[in-house]
């Protein structure tokens, strides 16, 4: 990570305590931490400091922090990831409807929200993309649209191997079931959850070992994503 | 009639028969003497038909019987008094034969038609009177609560309707004994659900019509009437269940925000606590953030606690005689900073009250928390007061006050109001649930008063009993 300027990131939760937390947290993985405790705060500091990311509670005194991320998409691109303490699907989706990349729940381990952060962090910085992604003896020559497993050739089909790639393009990134099917199938598809499903229990058949995936994480409810 | 029912024609109780028969005489008296003065208009052979209202008459409220012997009185009377030879039962003329002779056929025939017609009407009054005894009995069965308790008002109608001395239905198959008959109520699909008990001595008729018209509709009508509790008691445990289920669904939900809160300030305090660059500001800060996390998570799971409790039905109080002063002087010191803005006064002469102190203090304690969150950082005024047999504790806020649409709300667990202005939403929502809990479990009541914009007055109410010692004074 270029150190010139330590990347800022918006932290907004009305618990001071977990404001203060997260600001030692985040300074010690080299960002520098923007405290807001209220919507309204969170939105004005964003305006005018101009935050490379955002941590968003979704429980907020005055409103709502899905409706955060909506006026923040409005004008901004950077990556958000809502801390729900409220474990339902609802409401995790409504926030990545509304415009943010990922979602992580009460309480967390520090060290997940730092790794989630830096995987959002890399879309937005368009960081070169590798023709050959290697992970844990899996490798992906996007080129050549080959695929090999501990050395040897898996065959994927031309929509497992899209959806493979679309997913290992976004390590570490949770991918929505409807991000998923718009983007390897097509506009119309958003809905078919159960097409997506059936792709990716093929995929794992092909290349996660048999004791459990490795590779495609699931998010119940959500999405999947590639593990980091 | 003396008994005040009215005599019907074609129907009903047929009359008695010794006013048939004297009014038979009568009529056929009558009729006779009405042919004299019109024999001079017509002749007396065609004159018969004058006998037929009284035979029509007869017959339709006595009988057939009593209407062909008043054919044939009429018929003696026409050839005594008006055939010739006059004053004599014997005939001269062959014509007057033939007249009699269709008199008395025409005489036959309206008593019988007569008679058809009020036996015809009569089994239609008594279908009429079983349709009305079945709705009678149904309205008795199935308006009531429980079927068990009203099986004695549904006998007696029956006795009633029936002119029974007697007559009962108890629940399930009963054996007959010598002095009472046991007569199975059988629902549609043909099991017994009661039995209906009646004298044995009953004429063989009404056992007949009992058998024939009231068993039948009476065991269909019980049947309904216990399949209707069935259902009722079913209806009552699905709403009871599905109450427990919405507090459990709230549980969760509490659980999950308001435990996972401070837990999360406590795990990322305690990681932050751990890295190498911390100030020592900084760790004075995460250390407090983690004790005072830590307090708001054992306030926390005391309120849960003592919630379970109470919805568990384990608070039984454990009465002395208590202090109301006394308590709100712990439970205000319980607040700990906010104490200083809680105004307690107290009329002289309270007595004291029979109830479980530390249950009053918890009720108490939540009440005045409630106030101070929501009275906007103004005082909240407490007074103690006594009104006849009641003691009453008012707590006064200036804070927004409650809607009225909240306010059937606001006691119920996990309910929490729309928090004053600006100020950060801290309750757990569950302290009012656990004031009234504890209040109604030490024979109190709980009710609030509340203007929005000025502010809410939560009433407590406690029996005094007669025996109470007062306090002097303090």
Partial sequence: MNTTARPKVLVCDDEVQILRALRVILRDAGFESLPASTAEEALDVAAVQHPDAGIIDLVLPDGDGVEVCRRLREWSDMPLIVLSAVGDEDAKVRALAAGADDYITKPFGPRELVARLNANLRRVRHEPEATVISSDGLELDLARRIVKLNGNEVHLTPTEFDLLRRLATNRGRLLTHRDLLESVWGQGYAEDTQVLRAHIANLRRKIEPPDGPRFIRTDPGVGYRFAD | ?474
């Fill in chain 2, 1 to 474: 009639m003396s008994n005040g029912s009215k005599l019907r024609a074609f129907g009903g109780e047929r009359p008695p028969m010794w006013l048939g028969i004297a009014l038979a005489a009568l009529a056929v008296a009558v009729a006779t003497a009405v042919i004299y003065p019109l024999k001079s208009v017509a002749p007396a052979v065609s004159l018969s038909v004058v006998y037929l209202p009284a035979v029509l008459l007869v017959s339709a409220y006595w009988g057939l019987g009593l209407g062909l012997a008043t054919s044939l009185a009429s018929a003696a009377a026409f050839n005594f008094f008006h055939i010739p030879p006059v004053g004599r039962f014997t005939i001269s003329d062959a014509r007057n034969w033939v007249a009699l002779a269709a008199f008395v056929a025409v005489a036959v025939v309206v008593s019988t038609v007569a008679d058809l017609a009020r036996s015809r009407t009569a089994e239609a009054e008594r279908r009429r009177e079983e349709a009305d005894l079945a709705a009678g009995l149904a309205r008795e069965l199935l308006a009531g609560a429980q079927t068990g308790e009203v099986l004695g008002s549904t006998a007696r109608r029956l006795a009633e309707a029936m002119t029974l001395p007697s007559a009962a239905i108890e629940l399930g198959a009963v054996p007959p004994e010598p002095r009472r008959l046991a007569m199975g109520l059988r629902g549609p699909d043909g099991a017994q659900v009661a039995t209906l008990l009646v004298p044995s001595h009953l004429p063989a008729e009404t056992i007949e019509r009992l058998q024939d018209h009231v068993v039948g509709p009476l065991g269909a009508l019980v049947a309904i009437a216990l399949h209707r509790d069935a259902v009722q008691a079913e209806a009552v445990e699905t709403a009871a269940l599905r109450r427990s289920d919405d507090v459990k669904t709230a549980l969760l939900r509490a659980v999950s925000h308001d435990l996972r809160t401070p837990l999360t300030a406590i795990l990322a305090a305690g990681h932050a606590l751990g890295t190498d660059s911390l100030s020592a500001d900084e760790r004075t800060e995460l250390s407090s953030g983690v004790v005072d996390a830590a307090g708001r998570l054992a306030t926390l799971v005391d309120k849960l606690l003592d919630l379970s409790k109470l919805q568990a039905g384990s608070a039984v109080p454990r009465p002395d005689w208590v202090s109301l002063e006394e308590v709100l002087l712990v439970a205000r010191e319980s607040l700990g900073a906010g104490a200083s803005d809680v105004k307690l006064t107290v009329d002289p002469g309270i007595p004291d009250v029979r109830a479980d102190a530390a249950q009053l203090e918890r009720a108490f304690a939540n009440l005045l928390e409630n106030a101070r969150r929501y009275s906007a950082g103004q005082q909240v005024a407490v007074q103690i007061r006594r009104s006849d047999a009641r003691v009453l504790v008012r707590v006064v806020d200036r804070g927004p006050g409650i809607d009225p649409s909240e306010r059937e709300r606001i006691f119920e667990p996990f309910y929490r109001g729309h928090e004053a202005a600006g100020e950060p939403w801290t309750g757990s929502g569950l302290g009012l649930a656990i004031a009234k809990g504890f209040i109604e479990a030490n024979g109190g009541t709980i009710s609030v008063e509340s203007l929005p914009g000025q502010g809410t007055s939560f009433v407590v109410s406690l029996p005094v009993h007669e025996t109470a010692p007062v306090q002097a004074g303090v």
